[in-house]
């Protein structure tokens, strides 16, 4: 499985995002997919993910809120929409597919895309 992550950019702080994470390869919709962040200097760290079916969703308390994870199996892209973002919201964004639920350890893994939030 191939993922590309797109969608990141430079927003103010209260404004919105959505990242887009598109697979191709092998099928799509068996995996859940997560998507991780690192912030810089930090570690990368679990934000938020979703069953295959989209019936199990987790997220991080720091984005629980105001952070909505989807998918959308017919066009193989799971999106993550990002709404009243803070200037700690900023990183390197990345999806990850697996083969179970959300927060199982990844298997496959995107490049990232940057989110730069302003205050």
């Known amino acids: 499985v191939q993922l590309q992550a797109s969608g990141g950019g430079l927003v103010q702080a209260g404004g919105s995002l959505r990242l887009s994470c598109v697979a191709s390869g092998r099928t799509f919709s068996v995996y859940a997919i997560d998507w991780f962040r690192q912030a810089p200097g930090k570690e990368r760290e679990f934000a938020a993910g979703?069953?295959?079916?989209?019936?199990?969703?987790a997220y991080a308390d720091s984005v629980k809120g105001r952070f909505t994870i989807s998918r959308d199996n017919a066009k193989n892209t799971v999106y993550l929409q990002m709404n009243n973002l803070k200037p700690e919201d900023t990183a390197v964004y990345y999806c990850?597919?697996?083969?179970?639920?959300?927060?199982?350890?990844?298997?496959?893994w995107g490049q990232g895309t940057l989110v730069t939030v302003s205050s």
């Open positions: 990850a597919a697996a083969y179970t639920s959300p927060r199982s350890p990844p298997v496959y």
């Open positions: 979703i069953s295959w079916s989209g019936g199990n969703i």
